[in-house]
């Protein structure tokens, strides 16, 4: 593995292909990034009650998020502690043990372990449960009904990592009645790395009208004009890189764009209309504008969601070449039954397994990855320069903010983040402004 | 083609005489090689207008689990009426779909097939299970197995697709896409 | 239903009837149906009392290669009575068997039906191939090909499985069990 | 590689995780355990004359086990020393010569090149054929019947490696007319370290209740009670582990419990009935005690076996996370062919490849393994600590023999062992009985 | 056996007759056991003496890719004729064929039978999909899917098969060799 | 690794068996000598026009070989610059440009980035496209018809690198009219190392008779004696070796041997007969001989062909144990379109995919790798010492020439430079006359 500055050049514009191939790399990424970073979990609304809970993966960590009886949430590595077999096969479900089938040792809500079979006749009453709970993940928090969680004790707080972020994810969290994911998730798989994924949904406008030209061809409205980059879309929008990696970017009124039929956007057009006075008085125009646009965004290292479409993903790592995409769909806990239905069905036409956007993004992002195979292919560098020298701090909006839509603006700065966290920053040093010392000029 | 009149003095829930099940597999081993080749508007044609077209998630959950938890409304990797067919086969052409130029082979082996009567005259509910093979580009390969219930409905023009509900023996879908009719 | 009269008028060695055929088919694809839906004991119900179940271990061996060697009185994975079959099925009742739950997905595809009369009144040998496909947890797969020959009795209650011997393509069985009818 | 006395915590109480999943301690394995244990390969009844042979493996390479013209058994590489083509495509057969498919070679049964085409023409009469023949296993022995092989030209003979395991063994081997195999040997794969069914078939009973909570349900007999570890078993029982690292467990009486039907274990026990006076004759009763007991043995480091049940098995690893099952059946020559058959249906019901019970127990080996896959889970340690305290030396048995039946204490005696060979310890250290220097305590 | 006048009596393009469909089924599943079975010369007897056995590359080309380049003339993978046919049973017959000592296992899954007169009186199109399995050492698989196009010819002994287009759904062929006939 | 000189011993006899399965060798494989030597792409006459293109592989790399517009042949990495997306899926086609699908980048035939979406809009007209174009393979040339390319630009030219070889192959290649290749290619596995097929075509005719006992008993011809090696070929021959590592075989007058039947081989017997006069006149009568001989060849490291038979391949690396078979059939341009079809069906007949020979080899050849799986095994060396001592200088011929048809001549010469390769040696130190110092001795 090279030294990380010969890695990530001129401030994140240049990643050397490494990133995308190598296994050193990879193991590295699982100890300072999916070791440490808080990590997406689940949505409260998916397990509301005590004993509601859903597994999932950190990492390549199998973990059970569980509702606690005090009401608040937990979670643990799906392991027991005595020869380390799986005690939890389901994707979801309600229960007051975990029971584990090789030689039944059971575990309750909050890890501990309950039950011994022959805890007198074979440990002779020695065995010190209290030593052998499930492993708990460090932190666990929710951020207005979205659950993180860490390995890290150390890590900082949710809302400190979040950040910046959180001044745009706001606008649409704070909605009266706030937001809730619609599951079971869709799970599929791409032959492909992680990071191709998270800033390409973070942060990469550039693709939609080439990428996507024939699904948003026959979708139509607003950005059909877009198909075959034939024109530019027709509100301005921005990109924005902030601290810790995040990713976000955004398009003017938006929204409803990519609902399936234009009675669809149109039904979801009068939903965000009804509410926009509501959010201009809660977050001024500047904020409000947020909620009817449309948005893509990333959060370090692995989730991304698309508001408006409303895709929510996380990207599941599964060594340096694959991983499992979980795919549900956004939306405002008080929307209509029949508007959620639209929702949910326009995700699973687009964004989902078999969604014709979808299909369209899976192959170049594994190519991207594929092509690394090569062993003279592998030695240069992947570039992302677009906007360099045109961005920066706004009057306004908090994080790096690029001057026009189409930048790269968010996918450099995830790269630098990137590069602090694989170099084993402290997480004080990691917290200083993104201006990076990542400036070594690439010699072609 | 045994007239609707025959048809309707079936029984409900009976299974289909010899001369209905030949017809009815007539129609899904033809409905089968359609698809394989990409002839995807006289597929159309086989739909009825009120088709629905659906494929749900295998959520993972214990025998002893009935309460649905959390919001969950059920999830569908297809949930698609005549409508979105149709934009699907009117996607494809556009010709800017990336991903089927060089053309994909599919193949769709149709294995199993068990049909019956129901109580709506002139329709028979019918099982058949299913390999569908894809390969594409140098050497990538989809592997997919599973069953379909389908509500075939004997019209004047002949037998068509009222409804199909396509259960993927898959939690985690293998590939990066379902894009391909089952 | 073809009378069991009908039928013990064929001459043994003889390719069964169009109509028996498609009875043969029929009761294959619903005994299929009925394993991949884990209803076990309509599934107890289809076989004689008298049932072999039986499914050899491929030992490799030299084409020229014809005397046993060893110890060796050959070895089946299944070897199998009613009571046996009868104590799996009893075994899943009991709601204690891990590896089941959740639900396992398996799914049978029989194709290349081929049947002829024996020379027992009513009892015809059948051939046929299998895809058998089992997926469960997250993503394990597992793939089993191979071929049945059976042994079907025509009894006044229809069909009925009297011995099945399973030819299963793999001389090393490429998963952790064989839990599942085949 | 963390040092071995990291690995391998409180006189072999803990095993860090990465024993079950690290690719350099699987070399490590290879080399220091595979090419220089002893390792089962055939029984002397399954090639009873000359020329006859089984193919099978020893640790990942493939040999040949073939009689010999004087009666005696070698074994040899099965790899031509020209190119490396294979010599040998079947499970087992009879013949003078294999050839070579490639460019004809020959080798005969005691593996020297006898032929070469062309010898003269194109090797112009010079070649040395006997510095060409096929690779031959540096020792090869047989101990009543049951036929291992080492690599190591220096390994103590195989009765010095069986040591104290043999005063247990003997009590079944040396019945009158001793016992037999019954091959061909089902195969199937498990995706789980090969240490970890070792482990369990040697020293677990107490999983037994659990994990075949079904089986033993419906199987019935003495020990149904134990189905979902309703009560301890009938009569009493013990675990041991023994020098060299091999495992033993009993089970009073229990030698028919897994006969599938009431009259099979009835056709069984009568044998055994009948036996017993000539075993207490020639044993005394302490070790005729086990000819009518139930078994759970392991032969360091990787073949197990169930004297009762009575199923045979190798563990034949193929890298770190997956292994081939040979499962045979084991019976006493001197049985009816009816019991005989008995035994080889019941042992297929049980623990074949479609075994009840082997289904059991297999998802359980491989989560063991596969949890692993999680960075932070794979920081862990394993715990097998039970009966620690309540085992040590015996008046009348050897090794070290524990107070219960349900302990861990044959599991803790295979890692130390597991250890002491992973060092590289010469075999004169190892010999040393089996309190280990292993005692460095766990940190939480 | 419906007689050739019976059959030449159907029309060009249209489907067979469910008789017709029955004897053509029996064909296809007769002549892949014949081939699992190893039954070399008796499948021989079902080719016609002009048979044509061919299986081409699937080049990849962009869909508007319509000129061929270079020298190409299309390359088969098989391109056979009786003769040579029979020189590949004849070589099983030396006994000298290693690759296939011990016997591999090879089992062929025929499905989606459709099948349709042609303008040549007694003559059939008939088109079938497979999947094909090979199971031989240890644990050496081959997977391979794809359809036949086939043309029947109905002769006074029977059915017999006068042309073979094999459409293997690969364009890399995903094993060493293709080293049995599909 | 080993160090290079205990992998090669006594001057390429012995060859240490993890050249056939170590990962880090093949890493430097594909550094060393994929990165390095020349390798073939295409044959001129399948690309005749401008625009007209094959995609293939260098070493594990994807490019793409296009005829320019100026008659001449480039090469590029199959590879987008931006986010490494593959730029052309298909393997053959005639096109002005490749537009990447991800964001519509596109690339002319020279490989120069000519199309940039927004590329005012969003890189405000400064991106410096002359430094994005495709990476170009550094050089590529034709010989007589058959293109190779490298990545190194200090390698010698082609003509240099093919040495001594052309003096061979232009008694074929310089044949009036010249030859060419049909295509497309049949393109199937291997699950060997590259280096067994390549020694085996260029210079393993010891093989011949026992591998392809059925083959040629069935084809019959001149060549049926030799199955089941019952008697010598009727003509002599030799093998060759000669510099940078290239191999040569040749058999008197057995051109048309393999053609598939008796008038097949009367036709091209025919053909070459009419022929002859001018090959005489052209070459004399020693090389007019390999026009009515057969030739097994392989070019280093790669690429095989057998004239006469007339099957042309390239050996695709994919990791240490597999690879993709391309298979072309070679024919003269001249003959007419029977003799060209008689040709090409026997080549699928012979080894094709569905070859009766190719199906001979292939077992074989990978067997020879799937044993370096066991670690004993591993630690082995693998023998070609066959006619050690019997080959030399020759009067006429140049290169290391053996005295008889039956040799590793040109086996050991393949090893020697690959040492030399592998080694990382100068350009120039490689070119070097092939008597090596690899004359360490193994000791058994
Ligand atoms: S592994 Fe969970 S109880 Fe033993
Ligand atoms: S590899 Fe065995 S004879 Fe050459
Ligand atoms: S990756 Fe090719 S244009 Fe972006
Ligand atoms: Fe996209
Ligand atoms: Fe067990
Ligand atoms: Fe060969």
């Known amino acids: 593995m090279r030294p990380v500055d010969e890695l990530i050049l001129e401030d994140g514009a240049y990643q050397h292909r490494t990133l995308f191939w190598d296994e050193e790399i990879y193991e590295r990424e699982l100890q300072q990034i999916f070791a440490r970073a808080w990590l997406f979990l689940t949505h409260e609304s998916l397990i509301p009650n005590p004993g509601d809970y859903n597994t999932t993966r950190m990492g390549e960590d199998n973990v059970i ?3 606690q009886d005090d009401g608040s949430i937990g979670a643990f590595i799906n392991s027991c502690r005595h020869r380390g077999n799986t005690v939890c096969h389901a994707d979801a479900g309600n229960t007051r043990r975990f029971t584990c089938t090789y030689h039944g040792w059971s575990y309750g809500r909050n890890g501990d372990l309950v039950g011994v079979p022959y805890e007198n006749e074979a440990f002779f009453g020695k065995l010190d449960k209290s030593q052998f709970g499930l492993r708990p993940v460090a ?31 706001d606008a649409f969290l704070d909605v009266p009645g ?10 599929s798989i791409l032959n492909c790395n992680w990071k191709t994924p998270t800033e390409n949904f973070g942060g990469d406008d550039y693709h939609f009208g080439w990428t996507h030209a024939a699904g948003v061809a026959v979708i139509g409205g607003p950005l059909q004009m877009l198909s075959g980059n034939a024109e530019l879309p027709p509100d301005v ?35 965000i209309e009804q509410r926009m006075p509501i959010m201009v008085e809660k977050f001024g125009p500047t904020r409000a504008r ?88 592998r030695q240069d560098y992947y570039y992302t320069g677009m906007g360099q020298g045109h961005e920066g701090p706004h009057p306004e909006m908090p994080g790096i903010v690029s001057e026009v839509l189409m930048a790269e603006t968010g996918i450099r700065n995830f790269y630098r983040y990137w590069a602090r966290m694989i170099n084993g920053d402290d997480w004080s040093r990691i917290a200083v402004p993104a201006t990076s010392p990542l400036t070594k000029v690439r010699v072609a | 083609m045994a007239s609707t009149v025959e048809k309707t003095s079936a029984v409900a829930g009976q299974p289909v005489d010899r001369e209905t099940h030949f017809e009815i597999e007539r129609f899904l081993v033809r409905e089968a090689r359609l698809l394989d080749q990409e002839r995807l508007h006289e597929w159309l044609e086989l739909l009825t207008p009120d088709i629905r077209y659906l494929l749900p998630v295998n ?40 991903f089927e130029d060089p053309k994909n082979i599919a193949r769709r082996l149709i294995t199993n097939i068990d049909a019956e ?22 050497r990538d390969e989809t ?6 219930e389908d509500r075939l409905r004997l019209t004047d023009t002949g037998w068509r697709l009222a409804r199909r509900n396509i259960l993927l023996d898959q939690r985690v879908v293998l590939d990066k896409n379902l894009h391909l009719m089952m």
Chains 1, 4, 6 share one sequence.
């Not at chain 2, 005259?121 to 299913?130: C, H, I, L, R």
Request: glycine letters at 10%.
């Open chain 1, 139 to 169: 932190q666990v928090a929710s951020y207005k009904g979205l659950v993180f969680g860490t390995f890290d004790p150390q890590a900082p707080s949710l809302e400190t990592y979040l950040g910046d972020m959180r001044w745009y994810l």
């Open chain 1, 237 to 271: 929008g921005f990109q924005v890189g902030s601290k810790y990696g995040h990713i976000f970017g955004f398009i003017e009124n938006g929204a409803p764009a990519l609902q399936l039929h234009e009675e669809w956007r149109a039904a979801y057009a009068a939903w």
């Open chain 1, 65 to 67: 998020v569980i509702r």
């Open chain 2, 143 to 148: 592997w997919l197995v599973g069953a379909r």
């Open chain 1, 290 to 377: 947020f909620y009817g646009g449309h948005w893509n965004a990333s959060i370090f290292p692995n989730c991304s969601f698309l508001y408006g479409t409303n895709t929510f993903k996380v990207w599941q790592p599964r060594g340096p070449r694959a991983l499992e995409v979980y795919t549900w769909t956004l939306v405002e806990k008080e929307m209509s039954a029949q508007l959620k239905e639209i929702m949910h069905r326009s995700n699973a036409a687009t964004f989902g397994t078999a969604g014709m956007l979808e299909s369209d993004d899976g192959e170049n992002f594994e190519e991207c990855t594929r092509n690394n195979r090569g062993y003279v292919s």
């Open chain 2, 59 to 98: 959520e993972i959950r214990y025998r002893d689990d009935t309460a649905p938890i959390g919001t969950a409304t059920g999830t569908h990797i297809f949930d698609e009426d005549y409508r979105q067919l149709e934009m699907r086969v009117n996607r494809m052409d556009t010709k800017l779909v990336w």
């Open chain 1, 178 to 187: 706030g937001v809730e994911l619609i599951g079971p998730p869709m799970k």
């Open chain 2, 117 to 138: 009567w129901t109580d709506v005259p002139g329709e028979a509910d019918v099982y058949s299970t299913f390999l569908v093979y894809r390969n594409r580009r140098q």
